[in-house]
Every structure is written in structure tokens, then in C-alpha cells.
């Protein structure tokens, strides 16, 4: 959910106090995630200067941009065997793939068809849902913004039209060209631009011939600009 003006704006004055790498990290994602989504973009231009000028600078990661923070977070056995199965699925396809692809700086692709015209997959297991076991469990926030932000990594075009509004907003002579969600030991020129979520619900409910042409061909389970 999107934060209302008055709760943005708290968060924003909140940003002027020091933070750790980590926290930086996990603000930058949230920045981008608010700045990505059209009805959160309307809420920050409603923002005094000044806080619009804190969360541009958040969404930078000022300082951080360039660190790729190793995940520490435990992974189920179900997520391991999710991406057992899917890898175990694409070679017998024969179809080429790489594991845990970094995307920018704190974002990796669970699993990626390579080349311009692949895809890259997300693969959730139950620690990346409320309540997992529930017919009706939704993704949790950090897992939604992963999947916002590493598909808005991909996009060039929305990335330069939220380079520009960030320009605005930051003083004179510093320039923001080129360095949202970017890292110098990443080249993302050669990456796939499609970013599609798989969960592990879904994919047990998948037959082995579904399956294969999923993981192929993922159509209604890509990620869309919102």
C-alpha cells in the first residue's frame, strides 16, 4: 500500500538521521518502490522540497548504490526444492540457464534464460508469503518491491523518466544520470527485459509438459509496470 502524503512525509524527515549500510539498502528499495508506482509518484511531488529532496537522495543510496549486500535471509527446503526442480526442468528442455543472477546492487534473479530474449525468473518459496499455507496469502512487501525494482532495472525508459523527476528534486550540479539501481561490476546491456515470478503453489499444481513451457514461454506470469 501506498503511504498517505502526511505518513511519506514523516518517513522522508525520518531519513535525515544516520544509517547503516543495511538500512540505506532497505530504504533505497523502498524509495524506488513508492517513486515506481504511479498513484506513490503523485504523493511525492505533493511533498515539501525538502522531503522530496531526502527520498531522491534515499533512492540513490547514498553511497551505497554500488555495494552488492550478500542475502543472509534462511531459504525453506521448499525453496530449494522449487529451484531444484525448475533448473532439473530447463535441462532437460535443453535450455541454458544461470543461477542467481545480481541485477543491481541487492537485487538477483533467482533463475535466467539468458540473452535479450530471455526471461528472468523469480522463484518463491513459503518464506516469501504471509501466511503461506493459506489459499488467499500474499506476497510480502519486500518481496513485492524485489520484483518491482528488478523489472524497473530492466526498463530503460522508466528508469530515465524517474531519473529525470529525482534530478529535480536534488540540489544543482549533482547529476543522477545513469546511476539508479546501477552498479559498476554489473552490465546490464546484454540482460533479458522480460522479469517473470513463479511461486511454489503454482508450480506444483503444474504438469512436467506445463511446466517446461512455462518456464519457456512465461506469458501470464510476467511482471507488468503497474
Given amino acids: 500500500a501506498i503511504p498517505s502524503k502526511m505518513q ?5 524527515q525520518s531519513l535525515e538521521e544516520p544509517r547503516t549500510p543495511v538500512q540505506k539498502m532497505v530504504m533505497r528499495d523502498f ?7 504511479k498513484k506513490g509518484l503523485e504523493v511525492v511531488k505533493s511533498l515539501p522540497p525538502r522531503s522530496r529532496t531526502l527520498l531522491a537522495e534515499a533512492a540513490l543510496g547514498d553511497g551505497v548504490q554500488h555495494q552488492l549486500l550478500e542475502g543472509d535471509a534462511p531459504v525453506s527446503d521448499s525453496t530449494l526444492r522449487l529451484r531444484h526442480e525448475v533448473t532439473e526442468t530447463l535441462r532437460r528442455a535443453g535450455k541454458e540457464y544461470d543461477l542467481e543472477i545480481p541485477v543491481a546492487p541487492g537485487l538477483t534473479a533467482d533463475v535466467a534464460l539468458p540473452g535479450p530474449a530471455g526471461i528472468l525468473w523469480l522463484l518463491d518459496g ?3 508469503f504471509h501466511h503461506p499455507l493459506n489459499s488467499s496469502s500474499t506476497l510480502l512487501p519486500s518481496e513485492e518491491r524485489r520484483g ?5 532495472a530492466l526498463d530503460d525508459d522508466a528508469l530515465e523518466d524517474l531519473e529525470g523527476h529525482l534530478q529535480s528534486w536534488l540540489p544543482a550540479g549533482r547529476s543522477v544520470k545513469g546511476q ?3 552498479s559498476p561490476s554489473v552490465n546490464r546491456s546484454d540482460f533479458p527485459k ?3 515470478r513463479l511461486d511454489f503453489k503454482s508450480w506444483s499444481n503444474l504438469s512436467e509438459t506445463k511446466r517446461s513451457l512455462v518456464l519457456i514461454d512465461p506469458r501470464s506470469y510476467l511482471l507488468r509496470r503497474r
Fill in 8 to 12: 511519506l512525509d514523516r518517513i522522508c
Fill in 31 to 37: 524509495a524506488l518502490g513508492i517513486l515506481a508506482d
Fill in 126 to 128: 513459503p518464506e516469501a
Fill in 148 to 152: 518491482e525494482l528488478l523489472r524497473l
Fill in 180 to 182: 539508479l539501481l546501477a
Fill in 194 to 196: 522480460r522479469v517473470a
